[in-house]
């Protein structure tokens, strides 16, 4: 499959249309897929730290979650035309599931947000069944993982934070092999409940949720400094691949 690299970090050039359709082809082969957001902040942290490298590099779909990715691509001359988040990608991967008639397991976040999170996505997508659900604060993971396998589920979207939730996929694809397909969804399900605002889509079509979210989070810079150097870095690597 295509890839881009930034910073030694595969990135997928494919459309929300092109990962779904591929997709339905794996799930028809019987095959697992997982899907990670990439953005500058982790691209960086993958770095620094050989394991997140490799968490990214060996999923199937590495979305370009990110406004730094699309400048990083212009930079570059790649193929990145618009971001594909990880929240509109969890949509799109849940519409497919109602036609297709899987069933979907949310794991993560708190007791309330994550049950919310699925009332919500009920009332809104027409005949999901959504076949289990558990937060994010469990102990006892044979316990968790005897819930997913009884509930039937084909789809599960893991948000624990990054990271932890990529680990968790990680490790725990082997002992879920009726599960087709894992996206690690970060503070999605808190994006679903409601309790989280997304931008307005002003903000959004000009590539600046970031800004947005700076504002309503002052505390979020430090994050946020991955971005120039990210870019830095990118247009100064010479030696690495880009
Ligand atoms: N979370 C969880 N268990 C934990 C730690 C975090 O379920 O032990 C949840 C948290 O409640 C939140 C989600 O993980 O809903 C995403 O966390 P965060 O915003 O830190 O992740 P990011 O997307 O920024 O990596």
């Not at 595969?10 to 591929?22: A, F, G, K």
């Not at 942290?45 to 406004?67: M, W």
């Not at 006892?140 to 680990?167: H, M, T």
């Amino acid at each position: 499959m295509k890839k881009e690299q930034y910073l030694g970090v595969s990135v997928s050039p494919l459309t929300y249309d092109q990962i779904i359709e591929d997709m339905k082809q794996r799930i028809k082969a019987g095959e697992q897929s997982t899907v990670i957001a990439v953005n500058p902040e982790k691209v960086m942290a993958a770095r620094r730290d050989p394991l997140v490298k490799e968490l990214i590099n060996n999923s199937t779909y590495q979305i370009a979650d990110g406004v730094g990715m699309i400048i990083a691509s212009k930079l570059k001359k790649g193929e990145l035309k618009e971001r594909v988040t990880g929240v509109d990608m969890m949509k799109r991967i849940l519409e497919m599931a109602a036609s297709e008639n899987l069933g979907v397991f949310f794991y993560g976040a708190k007791e309330e947000t994550v049950k919310k999170a699925k009332e919500n996505l009920e009332a809104s997508i027409p005949n999901l069944h959504v076949a289990g659900y558990e937060n994010g604060y469990v102990q006892d993971q044979e316990v968790l993982l005897e819930k997913i396998r009884q509930s039937g589920a084909q789809v599960i979207f893991v948000a624990l934070g990054s990271p932890r939730q990529e680990l968790w996929i990680r490790e725990n694809m082997p002992k879920l092999p009726e599960v087709k397909v894992f996206q690690g969804v970060g503070g999605s399900f808190d994006v679903y409940s409601g309790n989280v605002q997304r931008a307005p889509e002003m903000y959004r079509k000009a590539g600046l949720e970031w800004l947005y979210r700076l504002m309503k989070e002052p505390k979020r810079v430090k994050r946020q400094m991955a971005l120039p150097k990210f870019l830095a870095a990118v247009v100064t690597a010479r030696g690495e691949k880009r």
